[in-house]
Every structure is written in C-alpha cells, then in structure tokens.
Nanobody, 110 residues
Framework: QVQFVESGGGLVQPGGSLTLSCVSS???????MDWYRQAQGKERELVAV???????DYAESVKGRFRISRDNSKNTVTLRMNSLKFEDTGVYYC?????WGQGTQVTVSS
C-alpha cells in the first residue's frame, strides 16, 4: 500500500511562511492529492486540493495565502503557506486514495 510522508512543519510567528512537503512511496500522476489540517479539539478540514491535471482549489480561509503544487516526477506534493495566522495552527495531513500520512505539526505563535 502506498504511504505518504509529510515534512516541513514547525513553529512560526504570525505573518511568517512555511513549506510542507508530502512524498509518496508510489506514483501520484493519476491521483488527486489533498492537504487537510486538524486543530486541537476540532474536526479535520480540507485545506487544498490539486487534481491529476493540476487544477487547484482551496478552503476560503486560506485562499490567497496558500499554494498547492505537485511534482509527479518526484511523487511529491507541496503546500506553500504564507501570511500565517494563529488559526492556521494544527496538524497537517497529506491525503489521497483514502490513505493518510502521519501528519506534520504547524504552530503559529508569537
């Protein structure tokens, strides 16, 4: 079964930036790929999606600040996060085909 490994999380001040990466153990070319996040005590929510043709969509709360991209040759999906806010804090998960990565923690704090 394919596995996803996320990286790039960390502690950042409000207004800062982070780039998350998701590397798949299998090919991703024919699959839609998503990033979700889950804040403590809240349900997991969809943040960004990129379909197999490269079209993207975002949650309203991150539009204009986050950018999802993919490199099929490297089986990698990236989430560039700019102008981070306190409310962006949470565990970020890569998802596709009903499979979840282990998540990477993003903490926005001053």
């Amino acid at each position: 079964q394919v596995q996803f490994v996320e990286s790039g999380g960390g502690l950042v001040q409000p207004g800062g930036s982070l780039t998350l990466s998701c590397v798949s153990s299998g090919g991703i070319r024919t699959y839609d790929m998503d990033w979700y996040r889950q804040a403590q005590g809240k349900e997991r929510e969809l943040v960004a999606v990129i379909n197999r043709w490269g079209s993207t969509d975002y949650a309203e709360s991150v539009k204009g600040r986050f950018r999802i991209s993919r490199d099929n040759s490297k089986n990698t999906v990236t989430l560039r996060m700019n102008s981070l806010k306190f409310e962006d804090t949470g565990v970020y998960y890569c998802h596709s085909q009903g499979i979840w990565g282990q998540g990477t923690q993003v903490t926005v704090s001053s």
